[in-house]
């Protein structure tokens, strides 16, 4: 069980501290809320207690003799401030420790996330940015804000990101340490294809395959973290989209091709994590196909589908890299990397990342364990994990081989 402190400034977005919160525990944590005075103007100290189990306090006077706003700090395995506001950036940043929650950060030995909230020209205002920026420097994360509805009719940067993506973010850096979200994507256009292609067979029907698009929206999640402009290409996937991702929805593998071939254009790096199918009918038959009638088929030709990542690979731009996915099973001929290495040379992208796919450990499941191979022959491996922490290990070998962002 981790120890987390979950910060929460006053600003309107504190409503879904209380919807992070349940996450968290509900995840196995062990999370105190501690509260800045205007924070409970919007939510109450009551919500908090009832959810995480532990008494509610913003200031340094309460528990004296346990030295709480020494101890709470010096305990905990992660920090997280959401929402953090302008203010208390500014605060964090100067080192201010006028409450309970700024002193409990001056006291903190573990990675500490900030996740902003506030108006757009708030955080646009350079006194803002420059806060940010002492913060990463010092080792935090900075999640960048969400583009969204804001309070009243604005709209723009500056919404808190939903909790089901701080928590999966969160427990990135529970996992592997605040270096798993470092600001290394920023300035990069990221593209991402999803989730798996449908190819109908009639109006009721298709071929598809079982890919849930899980470790794709992990991969976009992370690189918007990361500070990525990110699209998502997504085939058919029924998740919430990623906060600060465009998504692009589309059906079948020539409805996937067309929307790759459009964004790969000017990006850094194309990933192709969506299951694309190798075949589609040769005809799509307009009504229903009904068993026992004279439309009923013996058998259902197929015609190949185009090879998208080799097409990709094919007309990447000077300096795109590329990463192909590979989801393989051992079988009498060879391994799962024999076989990966075999289409790694085949397809000639940059990178391929690796699933072995057998015992239905991939398809659906919230964790994941892949080998990054590389066209130079280097081999990473990234151990069993929530997909989001694999995703951050693939991130991490992709920033490694990308060339310096020009000025």
Known sequence: ????????????????????LRALTEAGHDVRVVPTPSALHFVGAATFEALSGHPVTTDVWSDVDEVAHVRIGQEADLVVIAPATADLLARAAAGRADDLLTATLLTAHCPVVFVPAMHTEMWLHPATQDNVATLRRRGSV????????????DSGPGRLPEPADIAALATVVLGSGAAALAHDLTGRRVVISAGGTREPLDPVRYLGNRSSGKQGWALARVAAARGAEVVLVAANVELPAPFG???????????????MHAQAADADVVVMSAAVADFRPASVAGAKMKKDSAGEPDSV?????????????????????????????????????????????????????????????????????????????????????????????IWTVVASRLSPVQA
């Open 1 to 20: 069980m981790s120890r987390i402190v979950l910060g929460v400034s006053g600003g309107v977005a504190a409503y879904k501290a209380a919807l992070l």
């Open 142 to 153: 900075v999640l960048p804000p969400a583009v969204g509805r804001l309070t009243g009719p």
């Open 245 to 259: 991702v465009g998504v692009v929805p589309v059906g079948t593998a020539e409805e996937l091709r067309s929307a």
């Open 301 to 393: 030709p197929l015609v190949r589908n185009a090879d998208v990542l080799a097409e990709l690979v094919a007309k990447r731009a000077p300096g795109q890299l590329v990463v192909g996915f590979a989801a393989e099973t051992g079988d009498a001929d060879a391994d799962v990397l024999t076989h990966a290495r075999a289409k790694l040379a085949r397809k000639g992208c940059d990178l391929l990342v690796v699933n072995d796919v057998s015992g239905d450990l991939v398809f659906g499941q919230s964790d994941n364990a892949v080998v990054v191979l590389a066209a130079d022959g280097e081999s990473t491996e990234i151990p069993r994990g929530p997909k989001d922490t694999v995703a951050a290990g």
